[in-house]
Each structure stands twice: as structure tokens, then as C-alpha cells.
DNA sequence: GCAAGATTGATGCAGGTGCATCGAATGGGG
DNA sequence: CCCCATTCGATGCACCTGCATCAATCTTGC
């Protein structure tokens, strides 16, 4: 074993660290200078205004969002204290709770995704073709799913919004 | 302006911020468990080794390492804690200083480097034909050269090593 | 019905990061 | 020669993260 990458390899990891990193930069920079928070709490903003009644468990906000326990716990702490979200006993199982979102939440939601899909375009789609995007997924989608468990949802509704991370 | 992205762009974007970041996870999670410091150190050491006679201006450093030039400051204060390398006051301008890495910094890096291009294998060279990896290079070049300002280095010599962010 | 174990969510602590700012030293223009 | 803008590197502060652990509750097997 320990068989070495091939140098194609090893450049394939090079660039998706460094590349990422840039465009995540350069993204989440834009959103700052337009007022914005970051973008995990757009992400967790719209997972609550897609669900059912605008309100999850923080498990499954936290399955949702690959993130661990206690960095949702603390994000939900956040959006609390910003009117954004508002936590609810859940009646059914004591230990649990529902996190549900507010209006100020869902109209933030909305004016993010402004900024965040004027970024992307910028950033990512000005930079390729549809047909060039498509093949950079599928390529990056053999990388990803199965590194560490669960696949990747097909690809969410984009209409108006997408998760990031 | 605000054009939106097309459904393909957000598609790839998406899948760019999760699996990098599952990528890589899986990666420093491997070299944590087999009880190595991040791979920032290692970025940080292969440079030194590098370097003409193992030393560099901490400017330079930065450069290479595309990060902030507090987080280069600290990270030698890291390595330098350590013993994995040492400063050196600069005579020729007394600003400045010149780190220096040590027997122990060119032998961790080498050790490291057995795990890394393991995990590199592992996680991006056994699900990848070097053809695809190839694609997936020119892909992503295409969007990190010009987000930020300057291109990536062509690719870099990887007999022995290979940087990461 | 109950004890053992699993699950949910919070939190104390140590350490890492970004931001702003600082002091020292350099270099360029008048 | 001197002043001022610039560069180099360090650091105080706030905040964020990972890790370990906790208390409360639920579930399972007996």
C-alpha cells in the first residue's frame, strides 16, 4: 500500500484547494462589503424557509448542513439573537426543540440571495460555459460522494436560492 | 447587472464548496490520526525546504502560501515553538528577519509528506483517471486565476512533495 | 417496569483566525 | 539631510471552531 498519486493527481488536489479557497474568498468578501453575514447563515436560513412549516430540529438542520453538532448549536444561538430564527419546545420529545424562522429571517434569506447569485455568476458562471460547469460537477461529484459517506442531493431547486457549503 | 447564474454554474459551485470541503476534512483527518499537525505546517515547511538554502523572508512565505501576513507570523511562531524551524535576524535589512528550517522541520516534512500523498491517492488519485484529473485541472484553473488577482504557479515539481492550499 | 445505552442539545476550554493597529526600519522626494 | 509614505513583522481583541463532556430525555431489552 501507500501507493503514490500520480502528478495529475496530485495537481487535480492542488487546484481544487487553492481554487476553492479564492472563489469562497472572493464570494463571501463581496457579501460582506454588501452588509451581509456569512454565508452559513444564509445556508441555515434557507433550509428553514424550505422546510414544511419553516421550522426544523437543529439535527436535521445540522444533517442538512454538514456541520457538526455543537457549531449548529451555536448558529442557531446567533441567529436567535439577531430576530432571524426563534427556537420552540418540541412537545413530542422533551430533550429536542424546533427552530423556526422568522420574517426578518426569510426577507434576509431573500436579499442575500441577491448578492450571493450577482457572486456567483460572477465568479463562477461568467467563468464557463453551461456545458463546462456541467462536466466540472460531474467530475468533482466522483470525488465527493462516497469520501465520506452519504452522496450529494441531486441538485436543489434553484430558483431563487441555493445552499453554499 | 445581477444577472443570475445559470442552474449549471450554481450546480458547480455548490458542489465545489462541498467537496473541497469533504476533500479535504478527510485528509487532515488522516494525517491527525497518524498523529501529524496540520497541513498548513506542511505547506509552510515543504517552502522552507525548498528554498535555496532553506530559509525565507516571511514576506515570501506569505506569498507563496496565499495567506494573510498575520497568519504567516504566527504559523513560524508555531514552527519555531516546535523546533521545526528558527528565525534569523536579516542584516541587510533590520526590519525584516529570515526563517530558517531546521534538521527536525526537513525530516517532519518528509514524514508527512508518506501520509499526505497516501491520503492524496486515497481521496482524489483512485477515483479519478489521470485523464479526468487532468480535465478537472484546466476546469478549475479557469475560475481561480483572475478571481483573486494573480495565477497559480504552472504546477509544481512532485517527486517528493506537493503544497495544498 | 426498569436499568443500560443511545440521542438531543448546550457549554467550558484551548486554540486558531480576522481585523485593526502598532513600532521599527527603509526609501524616495524635496 | 530630513520628512513622509511605505514595508515588515508582531500583537491585543473579539469571535469562531474543535474537542470533550454534561444533563436531560428517550428507547431498548430483559
Known amino acids: ?3 503514490k498519486p500520480s502528478t495529475e493527481a ?3 488536489w492542488i487546484r481544487l484547494m487553492r481554487v476553492q479557497s479564492r472563489v469562497l474568498d ?14 452559513a447563515w444564509y445556508d441555515a436560513l434557507l433550509e428553514l424557509s424550505r422546510a414544511p412549516s419553516g421550522e426544523l ?3 436535521e438542520l445540522e444533517r442538512q448542513m454538514l456541520i457538526p453538532q455543537y457549531s449548529t448549536s451555536r448558529l442557531i ?7 432571524l430564527a426563534s427556537r420552540r419546545e418540541c412537545k413530542i420529545d422533551k430533550r429536542g426543540q424546533f427552530v423556526e424562522i422568522t420574517e426578518a429571517g426569510r426577507e434576509l434569506q431573500k436579499r442575500m440571495w441577491g448578492a450571493y447569485s450577482a457572486a456567483i ?7 464557463l460555459s ?12 466522483r470525488l465527493g460522494c462516497s469520501c465520506g459517506e452519504m452522496k450529494l442531493p ?5 430558483n431563487e436560492s441555493s445552499p453554499s457549503r
Chains 1, 2 share one sequence.
Open 77 to 83: 444561538d446567533r441567529l436567535v439573537d439577531e430576530g
Open 130 to 141: 453551461d456545458a463546462d460547469a456541467v462536466k466540472l460537477s460531474d467530475l468533482l461529484d
Open 26 to 39: 472572493c464570494v463571501e468578501q463581496d457579501l460582506k462589503k454588501a452588509g451581509f453575514p456569512p454565508l
Open 1 to 3: 500500500m501507500k501507493r
Open 10 to 12: 496530485t495537481a487535480a
Open 57 to 59: 430540529r437543529p439535527v
Open 154 to 158: 441531486p441538485v436543489v431547486n434553484v
Open 121 to 127: 455568476e460572477k465568479y463562477v458562471g461568467s467563468k
